[in-house]
């Protein structure tokens, strides 16, 4: 870069016997929408904060009837939200289990292929054959284990996310109610 302009370059480029300067391209600015987006997602916990923080002070506004009404169906929206996660929960539960166990089918049916094609090799070359045989079917063997393992290990994990939801469900409904019952008292 030129020392007095720092948008100019220091290099000068040839194409077909002529000088060339090459210019920066033109920065474009962000829209408002895309500014916003961009904060949120960079700076997520000071966005729940400040929704936070702004719905406490709509509220101290608001008047206690709509209060009372609002909270009221904020309890509703909660409970509705805590029961389809615990759905959604369960659902994600119930497909790890079952891509676990097709995972088994498939590790068995790799095994039974495994041990067909060493019971040919047995047939055609009897010396080799024999290692070919205790190989393939090890490898079978070992194959349906770690597949078993992982799709154990998938539906595990898929349960306590699961449980986790549920957890945190409840806890969400558990202080839905003690908000509805401060706002009653």
Same mark, same amino acid.
């Given at each position: 870069?030129?020392?007095?302009?720092?948008?100019?370059?220091?290099?000068?480029?040839?194409?077909?016997?002529?000088?060339?300067?090459?210019?920066?391209?033109?920065?474009?600015?962000?829209?408002?929408?895309?500014?916003?987006?961009?904060?949120?997602?960079?700076?997520?916990?000071?966005?729940?904060?400040?929704?936070?923080?702004?719905?406490?002070?709509?509220?101290?506004?608001?008047?206690?009837?709509?209060?009372?009404?609002? @909270? $009221?169906? /904020?309890?509703?929206?909660?409970? +509705?939200?805590?029961?389809?996660?615990?759905? =959604? #929960?369960?659902? %994600? *539960? !119930?497909?790890?289990?079952?891509?676990?166990?097709?995972?088994?089918?498939?590790?068995?049916?790799?095994?039974?292929?495994?041990?067909?094609?060493?019971?040919?090799?047995?047939?055609?070359?009897?010396?080799?054959?024999?290692?070919? @045989? $205790?190989? /393939?079917?090890?490898?079978?063997? +070992?194959?349906?284990?770690?597949?078993?393992? =992982? #799709?154990?290990? %998938? *539906? !595990?994990?898929?349960?306590?996310?699961?449980?986790?939801?549920?957890?945190?469900?409840?806890?969400?409904?558990?202080?839905?109610?003690?908000?509805?019952?401060?706002?009653?008292?």
């Amino acid at each position: 870069m030129s020392k007095t302009n720092p948008s100019t370059p220091d290099t000068v480029s040839t194409a077909k016997g002529t000088n060339v300067v090459t210019l920066p391209g033109k920065a474009t600015e962000q829209r408002p929408s895309e500014k916003v987006i961009a904060f949120a997602k960079n700076h997520p916990v000071l966005t729940v904060a400040g929704g936070i923080a702004i719905g406490v002070a709509v509220s101290a506004l608001l008047p206690r009837r709509f209060t009372r009404r609002f @909270v $009221s169906k /904020a309890v509703d929206v909660a409970e +509705a939200a805590s029961a389809a996660g615990l759905v =959604l #929960g369960n659902k %994600a *539960a !119930d497909r790890a289990h079952d891509l676990g166990i097709d995972a088994r089918k498939q590790a068995s049916k790799f095994a039974d292929r495994a041990e067909k094609a060493s019971d040919l090799a047995v047939l055609n070359l009897e010396k080799y054959g024999l290692a070919a @045989v $205790s190989t /393939a079917s090890a490898l079978g063997r +070992a194959t349906a284990r770690r597949a078993s393992r =992982l #799709g154990d290990a %998938a *539906a !595990d994990t898929a349960n306590r996310l699961s449980d986790a939801a549920a957890a945190r469900s409840t806890k969400v409904l558990h202080m839905a109610e003690d908000l509805k019952k401060r706002v009653h008292s």
